[in-house]
């Protein structure tokens, strides 16, 4: 129970803990600030918030991954994994924190580590929609075509409608070279 919410003792009778301490507070409205900054793609100003917050209270994963979401998404990746891995020594399986620490890989061109991080997410949640291609476009990076395909026949039977998973698909039939040995192919 945190100290603010017991009820006053006696020999404490001069400190007021009904509310939360003025620290707590403010980082919980810098973390607010920083979210709807970043709803509203504006990443610069909610890295500015969200830094704030995170001197104040710096333990906040949820705060911790929308600042990883906000520097990846203005081109920060280096700083944006270290946010997304601290959240994941907690939460190992935040699918949100390996989504981005996945495309921050793939930003840096560390293609393996992002392929590594996309089958963790495919197989703890092999039913979550876009996995499946997130990792396609991977394998195809990689000139991985036949796990490529494959990944995508795993999205579009989940999700048949899903349009750049049949594009991609199509891509792969029509151009991706046709001899195993030579192109990369793995099974």
Request: hydrophobic share 40%.
């Amino acid at each position: 129970m945190f100290d603010w919410l017991k009820p006053k003792q006696k020999a404490d009778a001069t400190v007021d803990r009904s509310t939360p301490p003025a620290s707590s507070a403010r980082a919980d409205l810098l973390w607010r600030q920083g979210s709807r900054l970043l709803e509203k793609r504006k990443f610069e100003q909610a890295i500015v918030s969200m830094r704030l917050a995170m001197e104040l209270e710096p333990s906040r994963l949820d705060g911790r991954l929308n600042l990883g979401a906000a520097l990846y998404l203005s081109g920060q990746l280096e700083e944006a994994i270290t946010h997304l891995k601290y959240v994941l020594a907690f939460e190992p399986q935040n699918t949100m924190a390996m989504l981005n620490l996945s495309a921050c890989y793939d930003g840096l061109g560390k293609l393996d580590e992002s392929v590594e991080t996309l089958e963790k997410i495919v197989a703890d949640r092999p039913s979550w929609k876009d996995a499946h291609y997130n990792l396609a476009v991977a394998y195809y990076k990689q000139k991985k075509y036949q796990s490529a395909l494959e990944s995508l026949k795993a999205e579009l039977k989940l999700n048949p409608e899903h349009e750049a998973a049949r594009t991609l698909m199509h891509k792969i039939s029509l151009f991706a070279p046709q001899n195993p040995q030579k192109e990369n192919f793995h099974s």
